[in-house]
């Protein structure tokens, strides 16, 4: 490929096959650029061999990875270490841009780029991980600082960027993906239904698994708040693929819910899911969904249910506060159950719901990928490898 060629071959690098907010991006932008008539290849470490959760229109690899550890540091460490050893081959190295979604990635990349394999990188910041531990904040403040540039999803974190590291970055946003969201009802709806043993509802949705980050422990307590209103109401949390180590979190969900005097199929955990028409059936079984989180990159989450003719309960905080306006969600305090729980019984009830799934479909029509996706040409074109005769 000459230099001057407009056809980019792009490797879009994330951490995990499993369908994180960072995964799916991943494979919605590459997607979306491969419509564009690039040639994107996501990849990730994939330790099982499975492949992603979802399939794709773009190419993906997936990178041959050692047996997990059980330490989170080292596991992070290992990961990196897989892709060093993926890239070390020239045969896998043969793209015009390298861009990590991560700091497992951005890590790997700034290694190649300090041995001189590949002569610059980008990197996507979702978010800022507050880690506890030291050796993660540093690995993912390495992965930031090497970067030779950087793409944020919203205005809050380029903020934060500037603010915290001194570092400019280009606002690419997010998108949904309306053909695969819609509220248009599938055959698949009902057998998800009978398969989760999901009633008459109303049907409460939480999307990221338990963690602390997500809020669950919030969302429990502002539950069994509508659950005292609505007999029939369960919560359904669905995913939890996470790298990270949420298990204290979890034990406190655990002893939270057995105090709670809920009914035994009140609250169904679903773990990831990982066929393709899963998630969009649970949209479409939802009445609402619940997305109080105390930090988000983005929250794509908000923009599928709003697709899929569904309301949403809020954080009152940015990011959302960027792309979403008075009316078009449910505003709640993250921190307080009671207001979660208030949020979530006026989306249920008339006439604030109709409102809220109009306004949705309106919100959801205007962030495409396609979109997304041009946002990051002048970047990519900017920072290409150059490659010698």
């Avoid at 564009?36 to 399939?55: E, M, S, T, Y």
């Avoid at 841009?97 to 991560?102: I, L, M, N, R, Y």
């Avoid at 570092?167 to 698949?188: C, E, I, K, Q």
Wanted: proline share 5%; with cysteine.
């Amino acid at each position: 490929m000459s230099y001057g060629s407009s056809r980019l071959r792009i490797a879009i690098l994330t951490h995990s096959t499993n369908p994180r907010g960072g995964v799916v991006h991943a494979l919605a932008l590459a997607d979306a650029l491969a419509e564009l008539g690039h040639r994107p290849v996501v990849h990730a470490p994939d330790p099982a061999g499975k492949g992603f959760f979802r399939r794709s229109v773009a190419a993906t690899r997936s990178v041959p990875a050692s047996p997990a550890p059980g330490d989170v540091v080292a596991m992070v460490e290992a990961r990196i270490e897989d892709y060093v050893r993926h890239f070390e081959d020239a045969a896998n190295r043969q793209y015009d841009v390298f861009h990590a979604q991560d700091g497992i990635s951005g890590n790997a990349l700034a290694t190649l780029k300090q041995r001189g394999l590949i002569q610059r990188y980008v990197r996507t910041v979702h978010h800022i991980d507050a880690f506890s531990h030291e050796r993660l904040c540093e690995l993912d403040r390495r992965s930031i600082v090497h970067a030779d540039g950087l793409f944020v999803v919203s205005r809050f974190w380029q903020a934060q960027l500037e603010a915290e590291m001194s570092r400019s970055s280009t606002l690419v946003g997010n998108g949904v993906d309306t053909a695969r969201y819609s509220a248009a009802p599938a055959s698949t709806d009902q057998v998800l239904r009978a398969r989760l043993g999901l009633r008459a509802g109303p049907i409460l949705l939480s999307v990221g698994g338990v963690e602390q980050r997500k809020n669950t422990l919030g969302i429990l307590d502002a539950f069994r708040q509508v659950h005292a209103m609505h007999r029939s109401a369960q919560l359904v949390i669905a995913g939890g693929a996470s790298l990270l180590d949420h298990g204290l979190y979890r034990q406190q969900f655990k002893s939270r819910l057995r105090d709670a005097g809920l009914p035994a199929d009140a609250v169904i955990e679903t773990g990831p899911l990982m066929v393709d028409t899963d998630m969009p059936s649970l949209f479409r079984l939802a009445d609402a969904l619940l997305f109080p989180s105390l930090r988000e990159g983005f929250g794509l989450a908000v923009l599928e249910a709003m697709a899929s003719g569904v309301p949403a309960v809020v954080s009152h905080i940015a990011p959302f506060t960027e792309y979403l306006g008075p009316d078009d969600v449910a505003w709640c305090d993250p921190h307080h159950a009671g207001s979660i729980a208030d949020a979530a019984l006026s989306a249920l009830a008339e006439p604030l719901r109709s409102r809220l799934i109009a306004n949705g479909a309106r919100v959801a029509r205007h962030h495409d990928w396609s979109r997304t996706a041009r946002a990051h040409i002048a970047t990519y074109q900017d920072l290409r490898e150059v490659h010698y005769a």
